[in-house]
Structure formats: structure tokens, C-alpha cells
């Protein structure tokens, strides 16, 4: 799994080296594929439920799942990407919200208190914490900077599957859920609206939006459960292996 991590972060480097304004999502997801291959990996959500592309591409307003394709991305815009890979046989998956070009100072604040709150998740990743508590930890740092939760998708177990058993909401009471015990690997994914936290799907039966209108970012790491506390897998080097 970490093989297929550190495959997952040298796409989401590439591809943030690579967004600019003027691009396409389609370009990138070529780009994306093209390079998960090369590195003898798979790209997992090829084909997955119909999903025709190798990565999820999800400008501004678009929460997750974006299907790549002509959206030509603009100086200012906010671009969610997440990327999965399987090599033999086990899954990694983990997701950036990159900025194109310059963006606003609220914009920014977003993606920052995002990617804050995925990491206050990760830290409780711990033998005999419970998965409640990595739920109300991102809660709780995302609230405080007065954004909302996103409570119709959650992140997820990993391993042989992109989605195992347990569930991670990014909401809830501490203490509650499954425990965490050593082995185990989640897929621990905050999406993070401006606005209010209702989505709705969009025509393509794929792409999710805030109901609002408002921006939406997403971090994800794919993270082992280990008696020296969490091994984030989703990185260039993972310390061990
Ligand atoms: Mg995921």
C-alpha cells in the first residue's frame, strides 16, 4: 500500500506542477493516467462504477467526483483532484485542492483550514481511539474557522477495496464508532464547504456541488493505524519501507 501511496503523490505533484490556467481536466486526467502506468500502477477508478476517468477532477463549487473532460480551468479557480492507484493488489487513494494561478485570500484560507483539519484527523489516528474521535476532530477545526461539513460522503477503510468497512465521517461525537487497532488503514478525506454543508448531483449522475453555490475543498490521505501512531502512506518517502 505505501508502493501505491507514494505512486498517488507523485501523481497529485505532477499535476500540481501542471495546472495553470487554460488547461483542461481532460488533459490532465491523460496526464495522470499516463503516469500512474508508467510507475506499473493502475489507475483504480478507471472503470469503477462506469467512472470514465483515472482521476477525479472538481473545479470551485464542485465537491468531489468531477468527470475529467473539457472544463478549461481559469486563473483564480480552485481545483479539487483525487487520485487512486492499485499495485499488487492494494489500494491507495488521497486528494488536493490545488489553486490556479492566483487565487483569493478566502479561497486560500479554505484550502489551508482544509488541509489543516485532515491533519487534526490523522493525529488521532491511534490504537484504541475511536473512529469518532478522527471525526470530531475534523469537525471541530473546520467549524471553527466557520466553515461546514459535508455529511452525504465520507471517508473510508482501504486495503484489497477503495472502500472498505469502517466508514469516516468527517462529523460526529468522539468516542463513538469503531475502534482503531493496529493494521488497520483509512482513507480519511475532509470535504470542507464555505457555505452551508448540502450538496446536490449534477446532471452527469457523478459530479457532486454545494447546493449553494459555494466553494468546496478536499484533502485526503490514506493513513496505517501503527503502534508509533499514524504512518501517513500517501507521501514521496514513507518512513520503514
Ligand atoms: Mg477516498
Redesign the pocket.
Known sequence: MARAGRVVRGCLDLLGRTIEPGITTKELDRLAEKYIRSEGGIPTFKGYRGFPGSICASPNDMVVHGIPGRVRLREGDILGVDVGVTMDGYVA?AASTFPVGEIAEDAQRLLRVTQESLMKGIAQCRIGNRVGDISHAVQTHAEAHGYSVVQSMV??GVGRDMHEDPQVPNFGPPGQGPELREGMVL?I?PMINMGGFEVEIGADSWAVYTKDGSLSAHF?HTVAITKNGPLILTVAEVAGV
Open positions: 487513494d471517508g473510508h482513507a478525506e485526503e
